[in-house]
T-cell receptor, first 114, second 114 residues
Framework: EPEVTQTPSHQVTQMGQEVILRCVPISNHLYFYWYRQILGQKVEFLVSFYNNEISEKSEIFDDQFSVERPDGSNFTLKIRSTKLEDSAMYFC????????????FGPGTRLTVL | AQSVTQPDIHITVSEGASLELRCNYSYGATPYLFWYVQSPGQGLQLLLKYFSGDTLVQGIKGFEAEFKRSQSSFNLRKPSVHWSDAAEYFCAVGAREYGNKLVFGAGTILRVKS
């Protein structure tokens, strides 16, 4: 069964450094998402992406964040200058349809900012 | 604003006992409803979903959920819990009117006593 994959599973970085989190969505899916879960808090929506453009973003997704689909398979989340409060589990998800549809989640990347 | 409430942070049940996890939502639109499960170190796995039609939906692993519009609820049930069901369960809600983002509840941690 096709799965969403994410790399790395864990990332430790120093405050102020740039990080790139990588995701490979399910191959025939058209919509891609990033969510995050700060330890002990809810899973929160960050951004959705379709047709090489951001469809929607939350208030959390400020200028420090960017997303990209650099090729036909990868979907990345970049944090330009990490802050302590960016420490969280980051989940990538994808769905088939451009309308509301089931989102399939990857295993997550745990980001720790020191 | 859209919100999802899972009133129980932790639930402990004996193996073989029945289970009900509660989920209430507040949405200004027709909701799409999901239950996801997360085992330690794993991603979010879809258990079941409700988009329309029969308000009692069946999912994987013997789970079911019932959508009650009048109560704004989507409670998850299982008649007989297995030790392998120990995990964290998340209720999530979306709506076409609010784009494709999902709003998650805080999660319920299920412990199973042998």
């Amino acid at each position: 069964e096709p799965e969403v994959t994410q790399t790395p599973s864990h990332q430790v970085t120093q405050m102020g450094q740039e990080v790139i989190l990588r995701c490979v969505p399910i191959s025939n899916h058209l919509y891609f998402y990033w969510y995050r879960q700060i330890l002990g808090q809810k899973v929160e929506f960050l951004v959705s992406f379709y047709n090489n453009e951001i469809s929607e973003k939350s208030e959390i997704f400020d200028d420090q964040f960017s997303v990209e689909r650099p090729d036909g398979s990868n979907f990345t989340l970049k944090i330009r200058s990490t802050k302590l409060e960016d420490s969280a589990m980051y989940f990538c998800a994808s769905s088939v349809s451009v309308t509301m549809d089931t989102q399939y989640f990857g295993p997550g990347t745990r980001l720790t900012v020191l | 604003a859209q919100s999802v409430t899972q009133p129980d942070i932790h639930i402990t049940v004996s193996e073989g006992a029945s289970l009900e996890l509660r989920c209430n939502y507040s949405y200004g639109a027709t909701p799409y409803l999901f239950w996801y499960v997360q085992s330690p170190g794993q991603g979010l796995q879809l258990l079941l979903k409700y988009f329309s039609g029969d308000t009692l939906v069946q999912g994987i692993k013997g789970f079911e959920a019932e959508f009650k519009r009048s109560q704004s609820s989507f409670n998850l049930r299982k008649p007989s819990v297995h030790w392998s069901d120990a995990a964290e369960y998340f209720c999530a809600v979306g709506a076409r009117e609010y784009g494709n983002k999902l709003v998650f509840g805080a999660g319920t941690i299920l412990r199973v006593k042998s």
